[in-house]
């Protein structure tokens, strides 16, 4: 693992992002998932299954909550970029006061393109390809 890395899962921790990313994995998924290792030193964990948010993938902190099981996030390189771009977001955003300026970013988006990634900043600059995102234009130009 290189320093960033390893410099961004001490500021995840110390914000706190980490933490709260590990008791949504606690209370969010079937035990049987359990936490992987994935390259750049994130933790995924498979078999989210709360209603929110309803994306198949998200991060919190260094911890990836994934729907699926943990193998099939690792089978897709470009997701755990992404994801993982997320994970430092988080390290520059001060931990877990990213999420409601995400949500805003994201009612915004959805405002304007009628997605919640097309013009949410966050997703943008994690990569809206390796997401699986497709952008959309402006409700306006259409």
């Not at 909550?65 to 470009?78: D, I």
């Not at 997701?79 to 915004?108: D, K, N, S």
Request: with cysteine; hydrophobic share 40%.
């Amino acid at each position: 693992m290189r320093r960033a890395q390893r410099l961004r899962q001490v500021v995840n921790a110390v914000n706190l992002s980490t933490p709260l990313g590990l008791a949504l994995a606690s209370a969010g998924t079937r035990r049987t998932s359990g936490l992987t290792r994935a390259p750049g030193g994130l933790i995924v964990a498979g078999g989210y299954r709360l209603p929110l948010p309803a994306a198949h993938a998200f991060t919190v902190g260094d911890v990836v909550l994934f729907r699926g099981e943990p193998a099939e996030l690792l089978e897709r390189p470009r997701l755990l970029r992404h994801e993982g771009r997320h994970a430092l977001q988080y390290a520059l955003f001060l931990g877990p006061v990213m999420i409601p300026l995400y949500l805003v970013c994201a009612g915004v988006s959805k405002a304007v393109c009628g997605d919640y990634a097309s013009y949410n900043p966050f997703e943008r600059l994690a990569g809206l390809d390796d997401g699986g995102y497709t952008r959309r234009a402006p409700r306006w130009r259409t």
